[in-house]
């Protein structure tokens, strides 16, 4: 089964500058897509970033971009030039043949 | 641009009743998922349709069903409810299965008193 592993359940960032966020993964599939969701204390999934796997280029949204590494099975977020309103928490998740499959989370404070 | 709507936003139910929860997914989109999400918990699958289907399955409890209408909307069913059973429950659709991004709903926060 697939698994996802976020190993910081909390990280702080001073607004304006640029935070990383980790993620790693296990998987025995080829194909597969990853995501980062934010939540924001409304409890709303809202979806940040999409990274296919047999994509080479690491996605990019704005402000937003990924470090993907399919051998080490890594999948960063970066978050630059952060603002006061990126504070949630931020879910890593899997997909594959199966339905989503998400890591415990990363709460990110923002630091005016 | 149209989101996914869920139906109630907030329930709150006794022990042992049933509820159903709705979900009206973005238009065109054919893959209904349901998720549970506990208290500071990460969202568990629980159950998914496709072309009105169940597609996937996941932890989700014998006291519980769902189903996919022709219109595409999907119920969640729940009955003999227990306290455990209070989380924040959400829907989410796409367009195609296998990767296609899942688009969530705002959720139904259910309390089971």
């Known amino acids: 089964a697939q698994t996802v592993t976020q190993s910081q359940p909390e990280m702080s960032v001073q607004e304006a500058e640029t935070v990383t966020l980790s993620c790693t993964y296990d998987?025995?599939?080829?194909?597969?897509?990853l995501f980062w969701y934010k939540q924001p204390p409304s409890r709303q999934m809202i979806l940040v970033i999409r990274q296919e796997a047999y994509k080479q280029q690491n996605a990019t949204e704005n402000r937003f971009s990924v470090n993907f590494q399919k051998a080490a099975k890594s999948f960063s977020l970066k978050i630059s030039d952060s603002q006061l309103g990126d504070a949630a928490m931020y879910f890593c998740?899997?997909?594959?043949?199966?339905?989503?499959?998400f890591g415990k989370g990363t709460r990110l404070s923002v630091i005016a | 641009a149209a989101g996914v709507i869920q139906s109630p936003r907030h329930l709150i139910k006794e022990k042992r009743e049933t509820a159903t929860l709705k979900c009206y997914p973005i238009p065109r989109h054919d893959t209904v998922y349901w998720y549970q999400q506990g208290p500071g918990q990460d969202p568990q699958f629980l159950i998914s349709?496709?072309?009105?289907?169940?597609?996937d399955k996941g932890s989700i409890p014998d006291r519980f069903s769902a189903q996919q209408f022709s219109d595409y909307h999907s119920e969640l069913n729940m009955s003999s409810l227990e306290l455990g059973d209070s989380a924040l429950y959400f829907c989410?659709?796409?367009?195609?299965?296998?990767?296609?991004?899942?688009?969530f709903g705002p959720g139904t926060r259910l309390l089971v008193l």
């Open positions: 998740a899997y997909s594959g043949n199966t339905p989503l499959v």
């Open positions: 998987t025995s599939e080829s194909d597969y897509y």
């Open positions: 349709f496709y072309e009105k289907m169940q597609s």
């Open positions: 989410a659709s796409s367009r195609g299965r296998g990767g296609e991004t899942q688009y």
